[in-house]
């Protein structure tokens, strides 16, 4: 319970120091973070690209790797993503630095299949729309596919330390904390500031499907929101939409 205080805690100063701060040097858009994987994808090259997107001391803070479909199908996307989670998370594991408590990591894989998530996780069957960073998660990724018998759902980021420095406000000014049945809550824009924040410092991803891999820098002080547009079921018994996530945490080992 301490570390879930500690890290929201450390999330609202963070949040409250960017009106300070000055604007960050790369900005946020589909086409400063998409990387192709090329014909022949290898993780070890992938991960210096993605690096270079996700800090924030030069890069825009997020990353779409494009293009495995053409040589994996979703078993191997999946492996793939594994080792290229990881590989990234080495090269910014020295960055991430002493800005979250614990000792020690904790890297998490699992499936998430929306519209079917168990209530007990997160109290809704579908995964959070409106932008938020994740509470824990200091770096995550999502490998979607398969997806199929929707509209909607596209992915939309927001560089809000930006927008906190253009518009000098803080926690209290953008945010409020989100509602959970469990312990613990994440920083949540409201709703009055969406159009405003997405419209000057937001960038909208789109749909992702098979073959993309999308990487959020969500530590505290990198300031990247994320959140999705509504999902519309259009074909009941042919609908699916699964993501293969990777994350990892500060944990006390
Ligand atoms: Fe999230």
Not at 67 to 96: N, Q
Not at 155 to 175: C, I, K
């Amino acid at each position: 319970m301490q570390s879930t205080i500690d890290i929201q805690a450390m999330r609202r100063a963070a949040l409250d120091a960017m009106a300070g701060l000055p604007e960050p040097p790369g900005a946020l858009s589909v086409e400063a973070i998409r990387i192709d994987a090329g014909s022949q994808p290898d993780p070890g090259t992938l991960a210096v690209a993605v690096r270079d997107r996700l800090l924030r001391d030069g890069g825009p803070g997020a990353a779409l790797v494009t293009g495995l479909d053409a040589t994996s199908d979703i078993p191997e996307a999946r492996k793939f993503h594994k080792e290229l989670f990881a590989a990234v998370w080495e090269l910014v594991e020295p960055a991430a630095g002493d800005e979250v408590p614990g000792n020690g990591y904790k890297v998490k894989m699992n499936v998430i299949a929306d519209g079917a998530i168990p209530l007990e996780l997160y109290g809704n069957a579908w995964s959070f729309k409106k932008l938020h960073m994740d509470r824990d998660a200091l770096i995550f990724s999502h490998l979607y596919g398969p997806t199929a018998g929707f509209d909607g759902g596209a992915l939309l980021l927001a560089d809000v330390r930006a927008y906190m420095g253009l518009h000098s406000a803080g926690f209290t000014d953008l945010f409020d904390w989100s509602q959970e049945p469990t312990p613990g809550s994440k920083p949540v824009l409201r709703a009055e500031h969406e159009s405003a924040v997405l419209a000057e410092c937001g960038a909208n991803v789109g749909p992702l499907g098979p073959g993309e891999i999308l990487f959020v820098n969500n530590l505290p002080s990198a300031g990247i929101l994320h959140g999705a547009t509504p999902v519309e079921v259009t074909d009941p018994e042919g609908y699916v939409r699964e993501y293969h996530r990777c994350s990892v945490r500060r944990a006390d080992r």
